[in-house]
């Protein structure tokens, strides 16, 4: 069995399907849906990662969360209108998300290749 440090093996997993794009990726329910995204390979516009800043605010089409902090930076007419806060919100059922932001992460540039030494 493979070592997961995480421990994302043993917790439940659960669909997250973000729309328009139809990407779908696992998210854990003790992990963040932003990270679980980035372990997918998707970007979601985030900043802080506590739930101040509301730079990831999406909607939450179907499904349910709870959230990691106990007041997200959220008022009660957006939580009833079904906006949520993927950085510090944990799936609970399969979601789909209105998350018109999200991005597939390019991978990172190659490092340029280093000289060493004196070249002949």
Request: charged share 25%; glycine share 6%.
């Given at each position: 069995?493979?070592?997961?440090?995480?421990?994302?093996?043993?917790?439940?997993?659960?669909?997250?399907?973000?729309?328009?794009?139809?990407?779908?990726?696992?998210?854990?329910?003790?992990?963040?849906?932003?990270?679980?995204a980035?372990?997918?390979?998707?970007?979601?516009?985030?900043?802080?990662?506590?739930?101040?800043?509301?730079?990831?605010?999406?909607?939450?089409?179907?499904?349910?969360?709870?959230?990691?902090?106990?007041?997200?930076g959220?008022?009660?007419?957006?939580?009833?209108?079904?906006?949520i806060?993927?950085?510090?919100?944990?799936?609970?059922?399969?979601?789909?998300?209105?998350?018109?932001?999200?991005?597939?992460?390019?991978?990172?540039?190659?490092l340029?290749?280093?000289?060493?030494?004196?070249?002949?």
């Amino acid at each position: 069995m493979p070592i997961d440090p995480e421990n994302r093996l043993s917790q439940p997993q659960f669909a997250v399907t973000l729309q328009p794009q139809a990407w779908r990726f696992d998210s854990g329910a003790e992990e963040s849906i932003v990270l679980a995204a980035r372990r997918a390979g998707i970007r979601m516009p985030s900043s802080c990662r506590n739930g101040t800043c509301r730079a990831c605010r999406c909607r939450l089409l179907e499904g349910s969360v709870v959230y990691a902090v106990e007041r997200p930076g959220l008022t009660p007419d957006e939580k009833e209108e079904g906006w949520i806060l993927p950085c510090v919100a944990h799936a609970r059922a399969p979601l789909v998300i209105e998350a018109p932001g999200a991005r597939v992460r390019e991978p990172p540039a190659p490092l340029p290749a280093t000289l060493t030494g004196a070249r002949r």
